[in-house]
């Protein structure tokens, strides 16, 4: 399309040639033709030595031969034409090779992809797509325009909410791990709870999300949980948190709004983390964190307390030779 259409698009101010380009392209491999993003400033420079034939950058002033778009933000810009050019397709109708229970209740545009399972009185809100080899058990309710892709399991009495997108293979109300010892084996405890997804949340590839032993797990609106993510029986975490890959959260704790859990951390069972905590990767998670924490570490503690004894710990070797000298 002509640069001029792009700049429509996305909300900028096109200065210079309205060129005919092809493609939207990453720095390494823009050709000629292509058109290329510049999220902050300082890259301005190396952005204008590619082969892109034109930019998107900030709202700065910047001399160039090149044609450009100004934007206040160049990533969320990026996410605009993106979603013009998204490719991906799904189900526009209900397939001939659906399983549906009784009393199931479709409203409409839902599509559906082959051999997907539905129970008992579901009810799935409209506009919502779901994949092919989708298993949706009884009592389960959809909300509006989600998507789920294929190989998700939804067992029974489970609430997803609306805008919500899960992603394949992942499992929404699986039993949480919970066991009795009877003095000669581990006597499974069942898990009759429920899970509930709150409204524009998105869950991650094999991310596991175990249903409730009497009560509820709840994911708060607005929450985006990564890939490989398991979240154990009623556990409640808040809105607006990133959750990413690998993280493991044990049974009943609570996370509050705005969180965000870097990859591979672990959360003890019966922890409460507050509002607008960070917790930067491959932390232990022991005790309970106050609201605008930033915590590292194992077990977690401030994180600059850690930097203080990582530093110490890479004196250790010298301080020992001092010591034996001693």
Known sequence: MW??????????????????IEKVSDWKEAGENDLIFVFEEKDLLSAEKTKAKALVIPEVEFSTDKPIILVKNPKLAMVKLLKYFDWRSFPE????????????????????????VIGNNVKIGKETKIGPGVVIGNNVTIGERCIIYPKVSIYDYCYIGNNVILHSGCVIGSDGFGYVWDERAHVKIPHI??????DDVEIGANS?????????????RGTKIDNLVTIAHNVKIGENCIIVGQVGIAGSSEIGNNVIIAGQSGISDHVKVGDKVIILARSGV??????????????????KEELKWQALLRR?????EKVKKL
């Open 286 to 303: 022991t005790k309970d964190i106050s609201d605008n924490s930033i915590v590292s570490g194992f077990p977690a503690r401030s994180h």
């Open 316 to 320: 250790l070797p010298e301080i020992w």
């Open 208 to 220: 596991t999300i175990d249903r409730g032993t009497l009560g509820e797990t709840r994911i708060g």
């Open 193 to 198: 709870g429920k899970v509930i997804i709150e």
């Open 3 to 20: 640069l001029k259409e792009v700049a429509e698009i996305i909300g900028g101010e096109l200065r210079g040639e309205n060129c005919w």
């Open 93 to 116: 109708e209900i397939h001939s090779t659906v399983i549906l229970g009784e009393n199931v209740r479709i409203e409409e545009k839902v599509g559906i992809g082959a051999y997907t």
